[in-house]
């Protein structure tokens, strides 16, 4: 079955010590994206590929980036996580020009 | 920017109806989505309106009136699988393709 895979599902890391999350597709769509979700909030948008175009919100940390090698694999990275920036991570796609977006079932970061 | 409300918590009785309401204020509105999400688990789609009226899937119904800024779901014959957060989300013109979601509301369906 087509879907969004995200690997690792659990992820522990110490303060500071560098995370990296993946995220890949058979779906062959060209938009990706990655939302922070803490405890009982809303997804919040970090950011987005358009194809290799990265889109970065505005209000993103330096500390979150990504890479997107090829159109099946994104990644983010978070250079020195902090504890607050323990939370899940869900990565999802859509086809440009439908907002419909399928997520993967996402990667929980704890920090300690 | 975008502003989305909707209640934190219901609680309904198994074979009941319910129905979520969220209310959004937002510039270029471009379509309303609504998503399912258990708990530990990924969001997944539910419904989508980009016009005024009723879409009805199955069990599930959404209604959208655009000059209220208004949306609702509703469920019918609940079931407890059904007790899950719904998430409301807005998508805007020249925005590309990007949603912001409500924080959700935590449905519980009891016996």
């Known amino acids: 079955d087509a879907m969004v895979i995200q690997n690792p599902r659990y992820q522990v890391t110490q303060f500071g010590k560098p995370v990296t999350l993946s995220c890949s597709q058979t779906l062959n769509h060209n938009v990706m994206y990655w939302y922070q979700q803490k405890s009982s909030q809303a997804p919040k948008l970090l950011f987005h590929y358009y194809d290799k175009d990265f889109n970065n919100e505005a209000d993103t940390p330096d500390n979150f980036q990504s890479r997107r090698p090829n159109t099946s694999f994104c990644f983010l990275d978070i250079r020195s996580p902090g504890l607050g920036d323990a939370a899940m991570y869900l990565c999802?796609?859509?086809?440009?020009?439908?907002?419909?977006?399928?997520f993967g079932a996402g990667s929980r970061l704890t920090v300690l | 920017g975008q502003n989305i409300d909707q209640p934190t918590e219901m609680t309904a009785t198994e074979g009941a109806i319910v129905q979520i309401n969220c209310t959004y204020q937002?510039?270029?509105?471009?379509?309303l989505f609504w998503y399912q999400q258990h708990a530990g688990e990924a969001p997944t789609f539910l419904s989508y309106?980009?016009?005024?009226g009723l879409e009805e899937k199955g069990r599930f119904s959404s209604f959208l009136s655009r000059s209220k800024g208004y949306s609702y779901l509703l469920l019918k014959e609940l079931q407890m699988k059904d007790s899950a957060s719904y998430l409301c989300a807005v998508a805007v013109t020249g925005g590309g393709n990007k949603l912001t979601f409500g924080t959700g509301t935590q449905l519980k369906v009891e016996l």
């Open positions: 309106n980009v016009l005024d």
């Open positions: 937002t510039s270029g509105f471009n379509g």
């Open positions: 999802a796609t859509s086809n440009a020009g439908a907002n419909v977006l399928t």
